[in-house]
């Protein structure tokens, strides 16, 4: 399996430009989660889909970020405009939701953004 | 809310060693599990070993064993004959239970082997 696969793995960007990173879930799996790391604040949940729907997306720090799963195996999280201080590393998991259970979330290996 | 707690920030310890990562949480859940997860310097996030709240045994991943506490919300990772390539940041993180949820991390702790 090629497990979470995350793309740029690297942006940079300026102040002020959109910013899209990109996540391919496992397959078969059928939830997906966005998070973002910083020194500061550690890893934080920014939002969660399950079968292609939003479920909380409380962690989405302002209108800035705007996050869509258009099919099973595609997400983006999009920053308009960007910030220097949404400078982070970002972080896709997928998991497969079975009944009531908490399964395993598999991380991709994140997508650092530094925003001049 | 869930809050997961990781009071030291780094360990050092001598390769082939034992070593014990501490984490305590609270919640007023009932049904929850609890992960570790190890960040290389490569930033990967790698699963190491999870705990299902209602299991009593304590979960065992070959060098790695957890002490789950239930009453006393605590959570730690025994690292066994330590090796160098353990050496990485080391994350607790908190799941309720009742379907995929987002996870609650702790601050982490930052584990470094010494040859």
């Known amino acids: 399996d090629a497990g979470v696969i995350q793309s740029p793995r690297h942006e940079v960007t300026e102040m002020g430009q959109e910013v899209t990173l990109r996540c391919k879930p496992i397959?078969?799996?059928?939830?997906l989660f966005w998070y973002r790391q910083t020194m500061m604040r550690g890893l934080e949940l920014l939002i969660y889909?399950?079968?292609?729907?939003?479920?909380?997306d409380s962690g989405m720090p302002e209108d800035r970020f705007s996050a869509k799963m258009p099919n099973a195996s595609f997400s983006t999280l999009k920053i308009q405009p960007s910030e220097p201080r949404d400078s982070a590393v970002y972080f896709c998991?997928?998991?497969?939701?079975?009944?009531?259970?908490?399964?395993?979330?598999?991380f991709g290996p994140g997508t650092r953004l530094l925003v001049l | 809310a869930q809050t997961v707690t990781q009071s030291q920030p780094e360990m050092s310890v001598q390769e082939a060693e034992t070593v014990t990562l501490s984490c305590t949480y609270d919640?007023?859940?009932?049904?929850?599990?609890l992960f570790w997860y190890k960040q290389p310097p490569s930033r990967q996030m790698i699963l190491v070993i999870r705990?299902?709240?209602?299991?009593?045994q304590n979960a065992t991943e070959n060098r790695f064993s957890v002490n789950f506490q239930k009453a006393a919300k605590s959570f730690s990772l025994k690292i066994s004959d330590s090796q160098l390539g353990d050496t990485a940041m080391y994350f607790c993180?908190?799941?309720?239970?009742?379907?995929?949820?987002?996870?609650?991390f702790g601050k982490g702790t930052h584990l470094i082997i010494q040859p």
């Open positions: 998991a997928s998991s497969l939701q079975r009944g009531g259970f908490q399964e395993t979330q598999y």
């Open positions: 397959s078969g799996h059928n939830s």
């Open positions: 889909f399950n079968n292609n729907v939003p479920i909380d």
């Open positions: 919640t007023s859940e009932s049904n929850y599990y």
């Open positions: 705990q299902e709240a209602y299991k009593q």
């Open positions: 993180a908190f799941g309720t239970g009742g379907g995929a949820d987002g996870l609650t």
